[in-house]
């Protein structure tokens, strides 16, 4: 990082990125590690976290893959205790790490209400304390969640991921509030359409019902993770040491059309 603005360096801080092994957290690893930041990546996968390590490393940037679940909450504290074990400071933590059911509310079963509630939330709460321990201790930290244009738009057939993503948008005001007295800000992201594995399938079944989707898209394309990258990487940086409890919209104008 030669010429970008000082408040954007990340140089010498940690980061954790839950989901960090491909789509929208590999996106956010490239833009933290591009900026000087040393990455643990924890995903449930071990050999995606370990292909996208290679492929950080290959760009010069640090990153550690490792395996996990963060809907357990001892497998976050043990993410949090790695990266201290590791480098002996955590800076930034990314929640990003959820799944979607997508299916008519009639037809979503107990199991995947279950599954999606464990991950998108109680996961994004689990991290979250864990993280603000060292954080805490230091009196600064970042952490950014993962929200959705779900939490401020309805959805249909994904009802009950919308009201996760509404949850996680409250946690981050409600987590802002009480750790702001200790110098840590929450923030959230809103992506809209992002093509990633989490719906390319369900992009790619019916080109009719994608140029649909696009059409109501100002900007005229889905998101990539690229695009999402440097809004984390503001919010995880000093530039954003005045901003806390925010959730913020990243659609290509999709929400205000
Ligand atoms: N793509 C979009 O259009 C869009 C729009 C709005 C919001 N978002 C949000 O953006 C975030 C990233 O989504 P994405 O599109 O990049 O999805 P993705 O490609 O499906 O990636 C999800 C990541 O989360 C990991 N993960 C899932 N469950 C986990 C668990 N229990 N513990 C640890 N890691 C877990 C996955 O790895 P493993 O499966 O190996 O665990 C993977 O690395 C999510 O919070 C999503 O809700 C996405």
């Known amino acids: 990082m030669t010429d970008a603005h000082p408040a954007f360096s990340l140089e010498g801080q940690v980061a954790l990125v839950t989901g960090g092994s491909q789509g929208i957290g590999l996106g956010i690893a490239e833009a933290l590690g591009g900026a000087g930041a040393r990455l643990l990546l924890v995903s449930r996968r071990k050999a995606k976290g370990e292909e996208a390590a290679s492929a950080l490393a290959a760009r010069g940037i640090t990153a550690l893959p490792l395996a996990g ?32 059911t997508r299916k008519l509310a ?9 599954r999606e509630l464990a991950i998108n939330v109680k996961g994004v709460f689990f991290c ?13 930290g970042k952490v950014v969640n993962l929200a959705s244009v779900g939490a401020l738009i309805g959805l249909p057939e994904r009802a009950f991921y919308s009201a996760t993503k ?13 750790w702001a007295p200790h110098g840590i800000n929450v923030n959230a992201i809103a992506p809209g359409f992002v093509r990633t594995d989490i719906n390319r399938a369900y992009l790619e079944a019916d080109p009719a019902r994608l140029q649909r989707i696009l059409a109501q898209i100002p900007w005229g394309r889905p998101g990539t993770p690229q695009d999402i990258g440097p809004l984390a990487l503001y919010l995880a940086s000093p530039a954003s040491d005045y901003v806390t409890g925010q959730t913020f919209v990243i659609d290509g104008g999709w929400t205000i059309a």
């Open 166 to 178: 509404a949850a996680v948008a409250q946690l981050t005001r409600s987590l802002a509030l009480e």
């Open 128 to 140: 979250a304390v864990a993280a603000s321990r060292p954080m805490m201790a230091r009196r600064r």
């Open 106 to 114: 009639q037809e979503m079963t107990e199991a995947e209400l279950d």
């Open 69 to 100: 679940d963060v809907s357990r909450q001892a497998e976050a504290d043990a993410a949090v205790a790695r990266a201290l074990r590791e480098w002996g400071r955590l800076d930034i933590l990314v929640n990003n790490a959820a799944v979607l």
